[in-house]
């Protein structure tokens, strides 16, 4: 496990560590495949935002925090469709979130229906 290297101290800083989460494994899912770079940063986002949602002392936040962990397993598994379930569910809660003030996650595209991505190592 990665450990986080920045934890949030507010709202929204954790909003910030969402946005950056839930962006870097879109962008595997545009392009089809995750470098061992972008595998690496996203685990990273999501080391920093598990530990922000789970330090930040709201019982919705913290059960997030489960989510996180999730989805990170699955990309680092190549686990495609429960990811891309994983997240538009992770994203669509965001904004009803007690504590988020009504946020919503910036406009994205439909992640795309992507059967395999290559991982670095596998193909």
Do not use: C, H, Y
Not at 27 to 44: C, M, N, P, V, W
Not at 47 to 61: D, H, Q, R, V
Not at 69 to 97: H, K, M, N, Y
Not at 100 to 122: H, K, Q, T, V
Request: charged share 15%.
């Amino acid at each position: 496990a990665v450990p986080p290297q920045a934890i949030a101290g507010d709202v929204s800083e954790i909003l910030t560590q969402i946005e950056s989460f839930a962006g870097g494994i879109r962008q595997g899912f545009e392009d089809g495949k995750i470098s061992q770079a972008e595998l690496d940063q996203i685990a990273a986002f999501g080391a920093n935002l598990k530990a922000s949602l789970t330090n930040s002392g709201l019982p919705a936040l913290t059960e997030l925090a489960g989510q996180v962990d999730t989805l990170t397993t699955q990309l680092a598994g190549g686990q495609w469709p429960q990811v891309r379930s994983g997240l538009a569910a992770f994203e669509g809660q965001i904004p009803s979130l007690p504590g988020l003030d009504g946020f919503s996650m910036p406009e994205m595209p439909a992640i795309p229906e992507i059967p395999s991505i290559s991982l670095p190592g596998r193909n």
